[in-house]
T-cell receptor, first 117, second 115 residues
Framework: AQSVAQPEDQVNVAEGNPLTVKCTYS??????LFWYVQYPNRGLQFLLK??????LVKGSYGFEAEFNKSQTSFHLKKPSALVSDSALYFC???????????????FGTGTLLAVQP | SAVISQKPSRDICQRGTSLTIQCQVD?????MFWYRQQPGQSLTLIAT?????????ESGFVIDKFPISRPNLTFSTLTVSNMSPEDSSIYLC????????????FGSGTRLTVV
């Protein structure tokens, strides 16, 4: 079964420092991977996606993610964290069925990013 | 990309009653989905809303409890029926847009508290 794991419930980082939010996946076939952010009392906002192409994907708000096929990872990164980046981050993968992508997204458990001033 | 308007944004309901949540998309989406996010947890897919036909429910979710309608390509409703405190969650709708865009967009969610 397809799955995505976010091993850290919470990541703490000081403002101005680089941040990494980890995500690993398990799918059959080529993965379609996504990162979303959820601010308090808000819906999910799209950050970036990997479908194919360059392994380094650049997204919104200065975030980027690196697709690593050998490690089955898709970690979210930002060179310099802002206090306003504090939010809940979800990694997601499109579900696969018989080698083809379905329309369903499977979400990780989420990682709370806390950026201290 | 498409923008989804979801309402109500929050509600407090008495147990045994029902609440209908609406989602309106500003452009056509190929598919619409409904998710539940229980407190402190991730998103769980409830069902795929199919235009003009019965929704496709995920394991553990049934039509009698979560009836869904999608009369056209840009509108869908989810009803949470005969509510109990265990139904207290955030409910989100999502639309799948054209592949060249990011693919999925989400409403702002409905925070439901059942007392």
């Amino acid at each position: 079964a397809q799955s995505v794991a976010q091993p850290e419930d919470q990541v703490n980082v000081a403002e101005g420092n680089p941040l990494t939010v980890k995500c690993t996946y398990s799918v059959s076939g080529n993965p379609y991977l996504f990162w979303y952010v959820q601010y308090p009392n808000r819906g999910l906002q799209f950050l970036l996606k990997y479908i194919t192409g360059d392994n380094l994907v650049k997204g919104s708000y200065g975030f980027e993610a690196e697709f690593n096929k050998s490690q089955t990872s898709f970690h979210l990164k930002k060179p310099s964290a802002l206090v306003s980046d504090s939010a809940l981050y979800f990694c997601a993968v499109r579900d696969m069925n018989y080698g083809g992508a379905t329309n369903k997204l499977i979400f990780g458990t989420g990682t709370l990013l806390a950026v201290q001033p | 990309s498409a923008v989804i308007s979801q309402k109500p944004s929050r509600d407090i309901c008495q147990r045994g009653t029902s609440l209908t949540i609406q989602c309106q998309v500003d452009s056509q989406v190929t598919m619409m989905f409904w998710y539940r996010q229980q407190p402190g947890q991730s998103l769980t897919l409830i069902a795929t809303a199919n235009q003009g036909s019965e929704a496709t429910y995920e394991s553990g979710f049934v039509i009698d409890k979560f009836p869904i309608s999608r009369p056209n390509l840009t509108f869908s409703t989810l009803t949470v029926s005969n509510m109990s405190p265990e139904d207290s969650s955030i409910y989100l709708c999502s639309g799948r847009t054209a592949e060249k865009e990011h693919g999925y967009t989400f409403g702002s969610g409905t925070r439901l508290t059942v007392v």
